[in-house]
């Protein structure tokens, strides 16, 4: 089994920056892509970045320029820096990684969530 920790987010004002992190440990051989997800309420689950084992990143249209994406693969971990926050930016942010483990089989497992909200 995987496991998912995510920590970092909290209550920010409109325009301050917010860092979170996302550490995976448990039974892995790799981790292939590692991304972040939020859900705001009401609202359907979406992508916010990606990046894959050699670093190619990806970003939704809404928060490109502002948000990065990075990871630390000898710490299973990644990060999302998030600067210039909204208050649409305001959601539960989830951590997802594409784990293979020793048997070479590959799971998608979700962090816990960490909410982050923005005021204005």
């Known amino acids: 089994q995987v496991q998912l920790v995510e920590s970092g987010g909290g209550l920010v004002e409109a325009g301050e920056p917010l860092r979170l992190s996302c550490t995976a440990s448990?039974?892995?051989?790799?981790?292939?892509?590692m991304a972040w997800y939020r859900q705001a309420p009401g609202k359907q689950r979406e992508l916010v970045a990606g990046?894959?084992?050699?670093?190619?990143?990806n970003y939704a249209d809404s928060v490109k320029g502002r948000f990065t994406i990075s990871r630390d693969n000898a710490k299973n971990t990644v990060y999302l820096q998030m600067n210039s926050l909204k208050p649409e930016d305001t959601a539960v942010y989830y951590c997802?990684?594409?784990?293979?483990?020793?048997?070479?089989?590959?799971?998608?497992?979700w962090g816990q969530g960490t909410q982050v909200t923005v005021s204005s």
């Open positions: 997802n990684a594409l784990v293979a483990d020793y048997n070479l089989a590959t799971t998608a497992y």
């Open positions: 448990g039974s892995i051989f790799s981790i292939h892509t």
């Open positions: 990046i894959s084992r050699t670093g190619d990143t």
